[in-house]
């Protein structure tokens, strides 16, 4: 294949992973997989998170301009998935993904129907004030105003598992973190799809800092796909970010399920077709 033919493909995974907030590691794992069929898994992730890094980058200066950013939850968030990020690194580089790649992706398929039924009914926050709540009152650029409640214990537990997950397979971890914000801290879709993004970006950055220093990723290996791929993801991320304003929160869950459904069938296939 032609390796300009990666920017392309660098737009398409930008603008979609960051309409959805997920980053684009879902899209860009198994179509690495299909383009270097001899390559070995771990450069593939690494090389994905790399990109994935670049993407949350852009769409999260995007996001910020609009305003739709919760800064002191993102970063409590990202400073809870560095460990698991990096942790994720190093495993990928060891372990025998079969087993796990089938019930993770089994797990994936079941979010997936879950998040497309609950997308049916819109929400801004299902959770009544109660003592020990964090409480979020955010208004974006165009005069929008979130009023938000959520357990912030739960979200950094939780955010250390995505941080872990992401790094192990590749696929960023916006696609995971989105449908715990939204589904388990009751977050508002645009809030949630931002700030996921903005954790990501740091999340991307560590696990992808952990593939350096092992070794997996460098010159000779993935980061010509890196730099070729990013140049497309870039400002494919600010067109995503520019059309999640005409995008309502509950078609972002359904292609959000989608995308769930889609790693899901991936990760379940990819040990039966070797």
Do not use: C
């Given at each position: 294949?032609?390796?300009?033919?990666?920017?392309?493909?660098?737009?398409?995974?930008?603008?979609?992973g960051t309409l959805i907030?997920?980053?684009?590691?879902?899209?860009?794992?198994?179509?690495?997989?299909?383009?270097?069929?001899?390559?070995?898994?771990?450069?593939?992730?690494?090389v994905s998170l790399a990109?994935?890094?670049?993407?949350?980058?852009?769409?999260?200066?995007?996001?910020?301009?609009?305003?739709?950013?919760?800064?002191?939850?993102?970063?409590?968030?990202?400073?809870?998935?560095?460990?698991?990020?990096?942790?994720?690194?190093?495993?990928?580089?060891?372990?025998?993904?079969?087993?796990?790649?089938?019930?993770?992706?089994?797990?994936?398929?079941?979010?997936?129907?879950?998040?497309?039924?609950?997308?049916?009914?819109?929400?801004?926050?299902?959770?009544?004030?109660?003592?020990?709540?964090?409480?979020?009152?955010?208004?974006?650029?165009?005069?929008?105003?979130y009023v938000y409640r959520?357990?912030?214990?739960?979200?950094?537990?939780?955010?250390?598992?995505?941080?872990?997950?992401?790094?192990?397979?590749?696929?960023?971890?916006?696609?995971?973190?989105?449908?715990?914000?939204?589904?388990?801290?009751?977050?508002?879709?645009?809030?949630?799809?931002?700030?996921?993004?903005?954790?990501?970006?740091?999340?991307?950055?560590?696990?992808?800092?952990?593939?350096?220093?092992?070794?997996?990723?460098?010159?000779?290996?993935?980061?010509?796909?890196?730099?070729?791929?990013?140049?497309?993801?870039?400002?494919?991320?600010?067109?995503?970010?520019?059309?999640?304003?005409?995008?309502?929160?509950?078609?972002?869950?359904?292609?959000?399920?989608?995308?769930?459904?889609?790693?899901?069938?991936?990760?379940?296939?990819?040990?039966?077709?070797?």
């Amino acid at each position: 294949m032609p390796p300009l033919l990666l920017v392309p493909l660098g737009l398409v995974v930008g603008a979609y992973g960051t309409l959805i907030g997920a980053g684009g590691g879902f899209l860009l794992v198994p179509a690495l997989l299909f383009l270097y069929p001899h390559e070995r898994p771990a450069t593939i992730t690494s090389v994905s998170l790399a990109v994935v890094f670049f993407n949350a980058t852009s769409g999260s200066l995007a996001y910020a301009r609009q305003g739709r950013i919760d800064y002191r939850t993102g970063i409590r968030f990202a400073l809870a998935t560095a460990p698991g990020a990096l942790l994720g690194a190093r495993v990928a580089t060891h372990l025998s993904r079969g087993v796990f790649d089938v019930l993770f992706g089994a797990a994936m398929v079941a979010v997936a129907g879950f998040v497309v039924i609950r997308s049916q009914s819109q929400r801004v926050s299902a959770t009544a004030p109660q003592p020990g709540m964090t409480m979020r009152v955010l208004t974006d650029a165009r005069g929008e105003t979130y009023v938000y409640r959520f357990w912030q214990w739960k979200g950094i537990v939780l955010s250390a598992g995505v941080g872990f997950l992401s790094s192990l397979l590749g696929i960023g971890g916006g696609i995971i973190h989105v449908p715990v914000l939204v589904e388990f801290l009751h977050f508002p879709v645009q809030i949630a799809t931002a700030t996921s993004h903005f954790i990501l970006s740091f999340m991307a950055l560590v696990g992808t800092a952990g593939y350096l220093t092992a070794g997996t990723l460098g010159p000779h290996a993935g980061l010509d796909q890196v730099l070729l791929l990013s140049l497309g993801v870039v400002p494919g991320a600010q067109l995503g970010a520019r059309f999640s304003h005409r995008v309502r929160g509950g078609l972002i869950l359904r292609l959000l399920g989608v995308a769930l459904g889609t790693v899901g069938v991936r990760l379940v296939l990819t040990p039966l077709i070797g």
